[in-house]
């Protein structure tokens, strides 16, 4: 009897057990949840809010930014063309001296005694040949008589001439106007053609010299606008290339130019270091994006269009780009409506609404 008893009590906790257990797997609904209100974005399609812009041609340009070397437009080493003590120094260091202005000179003592000795020669030697000549006339004198005179007359002069050349080589004088430095002689100093006296430089104009990559080799030609910064100064002074290079530097790859700054009131000075912008390529007609409407995606470049109220993916080809905007060469319009905003969670067929339009 307590045997029955005993398997009836296992039999009655096995049947609560899967009772249970089947009660587990049964789905049942969640009451909370089903009373709960249904949210607004399983109602309604997802409106996202965006900022667009109006297409319309504007002027674009691409340029770069390099350093550039500012050079005198003229520079020379002065020093005498034949040897001798120095009588004298006409300049004041770091002053504006002119063109032909005598700025030195050597010892011409013997050179101008040999001057004068030759031209009481010169005056002996012009009567004697009008002498011959009134006698050639009267046929007192042979005519290879006249002619001998007349030969020493021609040699007499150029003997003064080369003294003269020679005297001019005892004088230092200013090829062009300029600054001219700090001189590296004193007088009394004994000078040869090796000796440095002083440092003419002109700065105005003044050269800029720079360099670009070799792809802007033939692009960038003489008459080129370009504006650069010199450190200290505020204002951007203005520039025209005048010269480039006859081919690209091998090394390092890149194509040498210089341009040409008026510098008229000589604010600068050669040696400085530049910041130049160069203007390469301008287009006065273009559609100009800016660059956070781009979308890229698979090696190709989309923009989304605002069209009733949804967005609409194109396809575009860019151009030129700057710091903030890009040229489309194809896919645009003017007056089509890009999105600038919000363009990572933009899909085919989004509802979107306008919160900014640019103009």
């Keep these: 009897m307590n045997k029955k008893i005993k398997w009836g009590i296992v039999s009655v906790i096995g049947v609560g057990l899967a009772v249970l257990a089947i009660r587990a797997f049964i789905p049942h609904e969640n009451k909370e949840l089903a009373e709960a ?206 010269a480039t290079e006859s081919h690209v530097d091998i090394t390092t790859h890149t194509f040498s130019m210089r341009a040409l700054y008026p510098n008229e009131k000589g604010q600068l000075l050669p040696g400085r270091y530049a910041s130049v912008n160069l203007r390469t390529q301008e287009v006065n007609n273009a559609i100009a994006i800016p660059s956070e409407a781009i979308v890229p995606e698979m090696g190709i470049d989309k923009v989304f269009l605002y069209k009733s109220g949804k967005a609409e993916p194109v396809t575009i080809t860019k151009g030129i780009r700057t710091e903030s905007r890009v040229q489309v060469l194809q896919g645009l319009n003017v007056g089509d409506t890009i999105i600038t905003s919000g363009t990572l969670q933009l899909r085919t067929g989004l509802n979107v609404t306008l919160d900014y339009i640019a103009q």
């Design 37 to 242: 209100p249904k949210s607004a974005n399983t109602t309604k399609r997802r409106v996202l809010n965006v900022n667009a812009e109006i297409i319309k041609e504007a002027p674009i340009s691409d340029g770069i930014s390099i350093s550039g070397l500012l050079l005198p437009d003229e520079e020379v080493s002065l020093s005498f063309e034949t040897s001798g003590k120095i009588t004298s120094i006409n300049f004041t260091e770091g002053t504006h001296v002119k063109e032909g202005q005598l700025l030195a000179k050597v010892n011409d003592a013997q050179l101008q005694a040999q001057l004068r000795k030759l031209e009481v020669q010169l005056k002996l030697a012009e009567d004697r040949v009008f002498r011959q000549n009134a006698l050639l006339e009267k046929e007192a004198v042979s005519k290879e008589a006249y002619e001998q005179v007349q030969t020493d007359l021609a040699m007499l002069k150029a003997e003064i001439d080369m003294v003269k050349a020679n005297i001019d080589l005892t004088e230092l004088r200013a090829p062009f106007d300029g600054i001219i430095g700090l001189r590296q002689v004193s007088e009394g100093a004994y000078a040869t053609p090796s000796t440095i006296v002083a440092t003419l430089t002109k700065i105005s104009p003044l050269k800029i010299e720079f360099a670009v990559p070799e792809r802007y080799a033939g692009i960038i030609k003489n008459g080129t606008n370009l504006q650069f910064m010199v450190e200290g100064h505020l204002h951007p002074h203005y520039a025209k290339v005048y």
